[in-house]
């Protein structure tokens, strides 16, 4: 929750106002102290900085289990037609699924 709560801090005070496409993404383990950072982090998104961004994508990576952060994350995703996730096995991947997350609507990569 510190770098969603820093994120908030500083789309606060550069970017709100109206005048600005705010996108975001985010790349993590997912790993986060307990239920409770996991959860403050999804509140913050949600009520604080979703409403003024136009999209926002996260990609987790991890082998084989699904973390506290991808939990709620994927709530997110849900409820939220401009916050997407994925799950990756290697950074190796992420720019190849930051760059499919982040495609023009209608348009196909290669």
């Given at each position: 929750s510190p770098a969603i709560e820093l994120m908030g801090k500083i789309m606060n005070?550069?970017?709100?106002?109206?005048?600005?496409?705010?996108?975001?993404?985010?790349?993590?383990?997912?790993?986060?102290?307990?239920?409770?950072?996991?959860?403050?982090?999804?509140?913050?998104?949600?009520?604080?900085?979703?409403?003024?961004?136009?999209?926002?994508?996260?990609?987790?990576?991890?082998?084989?289990y699904y973390t506290l952060l991808w939990n709620e994350y994927i709530y997110l995703h849900a409820h939220n037609d401009n916050f997407a996730s994925e799950k990756v096995n290697s950074v190796t991947e992420i720019w190849t699924v930051f760059r499919k997350l982040f495609r023009k609507r209608g348009i196909k990569l290669e």
């Open positions: 005070e550069r970017y709100l106002g109206g005048d600005w496409n705010i996108y975001c993404c985010q790349a993590s383990d997912g790993d986060v102290w307990d239920d409770s950072d996991a959860n403050q982090s999804r509140r913050l998104l949600e009520d604080e900085l979703l409403p003024h961004m136009q999209y926002m994508a996260y990609i987790e990576v991890c082998r084989s």
